[in-house]
C-alpha cells in the first residue's frame, strides 16, 4: 500500500510565477490536509479537503492560496505570483474515511525556494 | 483556537538515558494527541499517539501519558539510542467544530542523543 504522495518535491519558482503543488492520498483515504513548515519551524495547518470539497480553510492566507480535491485525480495547493516569503516546505496528509480523530499519514513534502 | 506549547525546545541525553517532552494544550475538548518525529529533511512521521479515553500507552521504549483535567501529556522515550536523535512534534487534533480535523502542532523538540 503505498503511502501519501507529493510532487514534485523540489520546486524552484521566480517571485511572481504560480506554484503547483500535487498531493495523491494513501488509498482508501478520502480526507486531505495541507500543512506549511517554515525553516526551523513547525507544522502549521492551511487547509482540510475531502473530494470536492473544503471543509476547513482556517489556515490559509487570504489572497494568492487556494486549494482543491477533484472527484478524480490528486489534491492541488496552487500559490499564484509567488513571493520569497512563500518558501518553505508544503506537506500534505491523509486520513481515512471515519470520521472524527483519525490518525493523518504525511506526505514526503514539497520544497519551494522562491527566487 | 487551540493553543499547545511544547518544551523544552532543545534536549540532550547521553545514550541509555530517559528524555522526556512535555505539551500542554488549551482546547478541553481536543481528544486525539498524536506525536511525530521528523529527521532533517523528511516527513513527519507518526511514532505514537493516545486518545482522550486512555491515560498511558506504551510502545516498546516510546510511552505517552495524558493528564485531560490538567491538558498536558508527555512523551517518554526509555534507553534512549543515537538513531532517536530527531526533532519531535507533539500534536493536538481539532475537538470539533471550525477545529474538526485540523492539527495543531507544538513548536517542536531538537532531540540530540549522544553515544
Known amino acids: 500500500n503505498a503511502g501519501v504522495m507529493q510532487n514534485p518535491r523540489h520546486l524552484v519558482r521566480r517571485r511572481g510565477q504560480e506554484a503547483r503543488l500535487r498531493c495523491s492520498p494513501m488509498k482508501g483515504h478520502s480526507h486531505v490536509y495541507w500543512y506549511r513548515q517554515l525553516p526551523e519551524e513547525g507544522l502549521k495547518f492551511m487547509v482540510y479537503l475531502q473530494k470536492e470539497n473544503i471543509i476547513d480553510e482556517s489556515g490559509m492566507p487570504k489572497e494568492r492560496f487556494s486549494a482543491e480535491f477533484p472527484k478524480e485525480g490528486p489534491s492541488i495547493l496552487r500559490i499564484q505570483q509567488v513571493v520569497r516569503g512563500d518558501s518553505a516546505a508544503y506537506f500534505c496528509?491523509?486520513?481515512?474515511?471515519?470520521?472524527?480523530?483519525?490518525?493523518?499519514?504525511f506526505g514526503p513534502g514539497t520544497r519551494l525556494t522562491v527566487l | 483556537g487551540e493553543n499547545v506549547e511544547q518544551h523544552p525546545s532543545t534536549l540532550s541525553v547521553q545514550e541509555g538515558d530517559s528524555a522526556v517532552i512535555k505539551c500542554t494544550y488549551s482546547?478541553?475538548?481536543?481528544?486525539?494527541f498524536p506525536w511525530y518525529k521528523q529527521e532533517l529533511g523528511k516527513r513527519p512521521q507518526l511514532i505514537i499517539d493516545?486518545?482522550?479515553?486512555?491515560g498511558e500507552k506504551k510502545d516498546q521504549r516510546i510511552a505517552v501519558t495524558l493528564n485531560k483535567t490538567a491538558k498536558h501529556f508527555s512523551l517518554h522515550i526509555t534507553e534512549t539510542q543515537p538513531e532517536d536523535s530527531a526533532v519531535y512534534f507533539c500534536a493536538v487534533l481539532g475537538g470539533g467544530g471550525t477545529s474538526y480535523g485540523k492539527l495543531t502542532f507544538g513548536q517542536g523538540t531538537i532531540l540530540t542523543v549522544h553515544p
Open positions: 482546547d478541553s475538548a481536543s481528544n486525539y
Open positions: 496528509a491523509s486520513s481515512p474515511p471515519m470520521g472524527f480523530g483519525d490518525t493523518q499519514y
Open positions: 493516545i486518545r482522550s479515553n486512555v
